[in-house]
């Protein structure tokens, strides 16, 4: 690879990504109905021409069967969308008494596109992002570049029709790993869809950004003793030989319950398959594996003609898939991997508690988490086998194929299929237009949270000193609550204007400080200072000052006479007595 191809990635991304964003700010103002016109749009277009670019797609790569493409590029375009067809993206999406929820973009989405099933993947996470009010840059494998471009103007060009930006849809042309990881860091890359190998899925999750990655899916099959077999192996044949087994949910190997393993192999037998001697099994594995002991890519998505006529085996014409009996899983069973062709491992053992057992030793040797599946007519013995898988999708009696990606189940449809914490993935749901935004929430109280300094209504600080004098003697509330009901009444009270500027009002914080508003100038002294009556006998004391009351005194020159029991709430000290307003009897 040229240092100058290269550069010219990297500054490829860097524009897209720029030009993305600038066209996110105007998809993010479609309103629902707008939104939905352009992804109607973009999903007829993509549908017309699934046959073409299913076509263009193994010319390029290689890989797969035309037909199986088509079918692939159908599926993203028709059944995705009418499954989310009637998702409400925009504004309030889910509203309930107590909970608003309310739909935000994320930005710019960077999907990356694997060879594998390249133009039914473009299709699938370009609708998604769009649907959801984002903007989308596509990174290509460099071996599917064309197919995956071609994709996007075609999507591209019919959703401008109906007013989506051109930049809306971008794909990279130069692909290479500078220029992928330049898309998947740039500042303005919201989110990231990952497709792809171990190394391409972990370099996402290392980028800083939040990403969806899905990684590699070998699958087990189990056959429990109460399955129906022809179907069971049918299933197994349609989901296997479907565009060559270059889905990764596609069965990789057959766990046969002990007691039906000669029904099995004959219904294989019947249905088109051929077992391997163990010979013609070890020349099989030299060529899957590489000496490193991974996947040779040369055999992916390759017919078994193709593949055999590579291991220089001989096999029946016709033959649908090749299947070998394996001893173990692991580096010394190279048919234990996940093999992305018309290639089955065959494994048997007894019992169903086996069978999982077995089966979790073929997800942890490159499937974790993505799919298992089971054949039986025990709903109890499904659900206890799904219990024990390491997987996020446990298909029953369906090709595991077509089963994980939502066709023949009630799943919804997704070309990319999460993981979960056991292959390392941040999702183990199937990717769909609601993980590509945020949803904010509108919560409203349920639940009063008590407080040590309750609210109190207007009405009732106004209540006449009688009332509020009653409210003490009945033991209802402190001296403390008191005063600081008062104070918080009394602090936004306005006197009748009078010749002389009152102090400012004080507000008492709960840790017990005072703060003083700044007066506008300091307030002038009495004309005549009146000197402290004595104390008679006769003189009454008050049982509550408020700061009101204190002001009041001030202004007519009056004394308020107080003992050991009055009341006095701090605001109404902090000007008192500075102004020698207390006298005590």
């Known amino acids: 690879m040229s240092v100058d191809k290269d550069l010219v990635s990297v500054q490829q991304a860097r524009d897209l990504v720029e030009a993305a964003h600038r066209a996110q700010a105007q998809v993010a103002q479609f309103d629902q109905a707008k939104i939905d016109r352009i992804c109607e749009a973009m999903a007829r277009a993509a549908l017309s021409e699934a046959a073409r670019l299913g076509a263009i797609a193994v010319e390029e790569t290689g890989y797969g069967i035309p037909a199986d493409k088509q079918e692939k590029n159908r599926f993203a375009a028709e059944d995705v969308w009418n499954y989310f067809r009637g998702l409400r993206t925009k504004g309030v999406v889910s509203e309930s008494k107590d909970v608003v929820e309310i739909a935000s973009p994320r930005g710019v989405v960077a999907g990356i596109i694997p060879s594998t099933n390249p133009t039914s993947t473009a299709i699938f996470k370009i609708l998604i992002a769009i649907k959801s009010r984002n903007t989308v840059v596509l990174s290509p494998h460099p071996s599917a570049a064309k197919c995956i471009n071609e994709t996007a103007r075609v999507m591209r060009e019919a959703g401008v029709k109906e007013g989506l930006p051109a930049d809306a849809v971008g794909c990279m042309t130069t692909a290479t790993i500078e220029g992928t990881e330049s898309l998947m860091k740039h500042k303005q890359t919201a989110v ?30 189990c056959v429990e003793r109460t399955a129906d077999v022809p179907k069971a192996v049918q299933d197994i044949l349609t989901g296997k030989c479907f565009d060559n087994g270059t889905i990764c949910a596609s069965e990789q190997a057959v766990v046969c319950d002990a007691p039906i393993e000669q029904a099995v192999r004959e219904q294989f037998k019947l249905q088109g398959a051929h077992f391997l001697s163990a010979a013609e099994a070890d020349q099989l594995g030299k060529v899957v594996a590489t000496p490193q002991r991974s996947l040779n890519p040369a055999i992916v998505g390759k017919s078994v003609e193709v593949i055999a006529k590579m291991a220089g085996l001989n096999v029946p014409p016709g033959t649908r898939c090749l299947i070998a009996d394996v001893a173990g899983v692991g580096r010394d069973h190279p048919l234990s991997m996940e093999k992305l062709s018309p290639i089955l491992a065959f494994y048997v053992v007894d019992g169903l508690a086996a069978c999982a057992e077995r089966s979790r030793e073929v997800l942890g040797y490159g499937g974790m988490g993505h799919t298992a599946g089971i054949h039986t007519r025990s709903r109890e013995a499904a659900v206890k086998f799904g219990a024990e898988m390491p997987a996020s999708r446990i298909t029953v009696n369906t090709p595991t194929t077509h089963g994980a990606i939502g066709f023949s189940t009630a799943l919804p449809p997704s070309m990319t299929l999460g993981c979960g914490s056991w292959g ?54 402190d001296r403390q609550e008191i005063a600081a009901i008062v104070d918080r009444f009394l602090a936004d009270k306005r006197l009748e204007p009078s010749g002389s500027p009152l102090p400012p009002p004080v507000i008492e914080t709960e840790a017990g400080s005072m703060y003083s508003a700044p007066p506008p100038q300091p307030a002038p002294p009495s004309p005549v200072s009146k000197p402290a009556p004595p104390a008679t006998n006769g003189s009454k004391a008050v049982e509550f000052v408020s700061e009101e009351d204190v002001r009041r005194a001030i202004q007519k020159g009056d004394k308020i006479y107080i003992n050991g029991k009055t009341i006095i709430t701090p605001a ?4 008192g007595e500075p102004a020698e307003v207390f006298a005590k009897v």
């Not at 792809?196 to 990403?211: E, F, T, W």
């Not at 109404?572 to 000007?575: E, G, P, Q, V, Y």
Request: glycine share 12%; no cysteine; net charge positive.
């Open 192 to 221: 990231i869809l990952a497709t792809g190998g171990i190394g391409l899925v972990r370099a996402a999750y290392s980028s800083g950004k939040p990403a969806f990655g899905v990684g590699p899916g070998n699958v087990p099959v």
């Open 424 to 477: 390392g993935n941040v999702t183990s749901d199937n990717v769909s237009p609601l993980h590509l935004m945020d949803i904010k929430r509108v919560a409203f109280e349920t639940r009063p949270v008590k407080s040590a300094r309750p609210a109190v209504t207007t009405q009732q600080v106004s209540q006449p000193v009688a009332a509020r004098e009653s409210v003490v003697a009945g033991g209802k509330i």
């Open 572 to 575: 109404a000290r902090d000007i």
